[in-house]
Each structure stands twice: as C-alpha cells, then as structure tokens.
C-alpha cells in the first residue's frame, strides 16, 4: 500500500510502541489518529512531536470496551479523510499468578487485549466496506500487535497469554474473512525497552535466552509494522520481532 497522505488509527499511541508506531507512520507519509484513553500528555507529546517532524496528527480519547466510543473514533479524522489503515495496539501488561486471578481482573485482561481490538477491527472493516477493490489489491490494512507470550506462554501470565494467543488465532481469521479488501497481519514483540526498576540479574537472564543478545526498541517494532502495511501481498501472518527469542 501506498502510504503517502493515507489516514492511520493507532490505538494506543500513549504508550511508548504505540507512540513509535505513530511517528514512524507519519514519516511514511500517513495522517494519524492517535488513540488514548486515560494517558491524554503522552499522546499530544506524540502529536507535538509528529507536527514538528512536518507531519499530520490528532490525539483522540475513546474507551475501546464501548462501541460508541469506537464509533467516535473512526469519526474523528476531520480533514484528513477515512482512514484505511489501522494498528491495534493499545493493551494491558499484568503479571499475576493463576491463584489471583478474579472474575474482575480476567474480564478486564480479555476486554482489553482481545475483546476491544476485534471490535475495533469490525468497526474499521464496517468503515472501508464501500472502498472499491481493484485487480485484488487491497484497500485497507489491520496490523494487530500481539506478543509472544501468544506463542510461547510464560508462567505467572496466564490471562495475558491467553488474550494475545486469542488474538493470534482472531488475525488469521479476520485475514480469511476480510481477503482481498483487507490484509490483516499481526506484530508479536519480544522483549522492549526494559524497565529501570527490574534488576540487573533479570535482565542478564532475559536477554541469555535471546540470540540477539539484547533488548528490542519500540523503533523496530515500529517498522515491523510499517513492513506489513506496505505490503499487499502478505495476509494471515504473525511476525515475530524478538531478536530471535521464539527460535
């Protein structure tokens, strides 16, 4: 797909991939939705800083768990016109064992992280129906980002593992339902950006088990992304952006 001027939501665009995937659509060439929900600085940041690179932003509240929320935020491109291109990547990132686990918290993981990136999808889909396709060629593209934990479970992380593995398994069949209109891929992280208040031992014992033998960026994963929109011939599929940790 051509990106010049073509409009993308990102969900999530508060969080530090979801913000990277944002800016490097924009230096592609996109106009960009970009989402939040209670992290509102974060994502004007992301704002400022694409209108400052010559870009063309606009951050937008919606609570994904609501349907007219999701509604609003396909309405929300103004001038910048419909949008084809859409990155699910607002999530949650929870550890906790399978003995605290409550009917609360696992509704809330699966709402967030499987329920609500399905039902923006369909409202996406819903909104580039009337797009004409021509000579197969796809009109609109979906990158889902998931998690290898969806591939390669860990313990103490049941409910997320469960929800990005769910949503592997959504990206397939979204793929076959939606072809040729749609291509609807998914990006699985490894580990990124390590956070400052883990301990070193951890993060040596992390990254032992990766090949690379290092943490990713939200910068490579941003254009892991990129990758798949701009390919139409790719559909269905789950890219792995760990530095090698799934081998």
């Known amino acids: 797909?051509?990106?010049?001027?073509?409009?993308?939501?990102v969900t999530g665009a508060s969080g530090c991939v979801g913000g990277a995937i944002a800016v490097a659509l924009s230096r592609a060439g996109c106009r960009c939705v970009c989402h939040y929900h209670h992290n509102e600085a974060p994502a004007k940041k992301i704002v400022e800083k694409i209108i400052a690179q010559g870009g063309r932003a606009v951050a937008v509240k919606a609570d994904l768990t609501d349907t007219d929320d999701i509604s609003r935020l396909f309405d929300a491109y103004g001038e910048f016109g419909p949008p084809r291109i859409l990155v699910n990547s607002a999530a949650i990132f929870k550890r906790g064992a399978i003995s605290e686990i409550t009917a609360e918290n696992a509704r809330q993981m699966l709402d967030i992280d499987l329920v609500s990136p399905i039902l923006v999808s369909a409202a996406f889909a819903e909104s580039v129906k009337?797009?004409?396709?021509?000579?197969?060629?796809?009109?609109?593209?979906?990158?889902?980002?998931?998690?290898?934990?969806?591939?390669r479970p860990w313990a103490n992380y049941t409910m997320y593992c469960a929800a990005k593995?769910?949503?592997?398994?959504?990206?397939?069949?979204?793929?076959?339902?939606?072809?040729?209109?749609?291509?609807?891929?998914?990006?699985a992280p490894g580990v990124v950006s390590w956070p400052d208040d883990v301990d070193k031992e951890e993060y040596d014992r992390q990254v032992s088990m990766i090949p690379a033998q290092r943490v990713g960026t939200p910068e490579e994963i941003a254009a892991a992304v990129v990758f798949l929109?701009?390919?139409?011939?790719?559909?269905?599929?789950?890219?792995?952006?760990?530095?090698?940790?799934c081998m």
């Open 165 to 187: 593995a769910g949503l592997i398994a959504a990206t397939k069949s979204m793929a076959k339902e939606l072809a040729p209109a749609v291509c609807v891929n998914a990006v």
């Open 229 to 245: 929109i701009k390919n139409d011939y790719i559909t269905g599929q789950i890219l792995n952006v760990d530095g090698g940790r």
């Open 130 to 151: 009337g797009l004409q396709v021509t000579g197969n060629i796809p009109v609109a593209k979906i990158v889902n980002l998931v998690d290898i934990g969806g591939i």
């Open 1 to 9: 797909m051509e990106t010049e001027s073509i409009t993308a939501v």
